[in-house]
C-alpha cells in the first residue's frame, strides 16, 4: 500500500499576499480558490513537479499562529539554477550552504548537502535541497 502526502497546511495573515507570494514569486500552480463562505476559503498551491501541495485559507483549515510552519523543504535537481531563479522572482534566499557530508560519492558536490532558506512573508520557514541522483 502507498501512503502518499498530499497536502501540508501553511498558517498565514493574509491570504491574497501568501498566494501572490507562491504563485507569483515561487511559480506554484494555484489547484483552486475556493470560497465556501465569507469567513470560509482554501487555496491550495502546488509546486512544480509535485505530488504534495500547500493549502492556505480560514474557516476550513486549523487554526494555527501564521508563521509557525517551519522546516518545510524542497528538493530539486539543480540548486544554483533554483537559487537564481528565486533571486531573480525578488525571494529573499540565503546564501547556498553545504551541510554536512555526503554518506556516498555523488557526481555533483551539492547533492544530498546543499541547502539554501528562505521564508514566506509570514515567516514559514522552507529549505531548498538539490537531490539530482537518487540511489
Wanted: hydrophobic share 40%.
Amino acid at each position: 500500500m502507498n501512503w502518499t502526502l498530499e497536502v501540508v497546511i501553511v498558517p498565514v495573515s493574509d491570504i491574497d499576499r501568501a498566494k501572490d507570494f507562491y504563485a507569483r514569486k515561487l511559480g506554484f500552480a494555484v489547484d483552486h480558490d475556493t470560497k465556501i463562505a465569507a469567513d470560509v476559503r482554501i487555496v491550495q498551491l502546488t509546486p512544480p513537479g509535485s505530488g504534495c501541495s500547500i493549502v492556505i485559507g480560514r474557516g476550513a483549515v486549523p487554526d494555527m499562529p501564521p508563521g509557525s510552519q517551519q522546516g518545510l523543504q524542497l528538493v530539486v535537481n539543480d540548486l544554483r539554477a533554483a537559487h537564481a531563479e528565486l533571486v531573480s522572482r525578488g525571494v529573499e534566499v540565503t546564501d547556498i550552504k553545504v551541510l554536512g557530508e555526503s554518506p556516498t560519492a555523488m557526481p555533483d558536490p551539492l547533492d544530498n548537502v546543499g541547502f539554501f532558506f528562505f521564508t514566506d512573508p509570514d515567516d514559514n520557514g522552507w529549505a531548498v535541497q538539490q537531490i539530482s541522483t537518487r540511489r
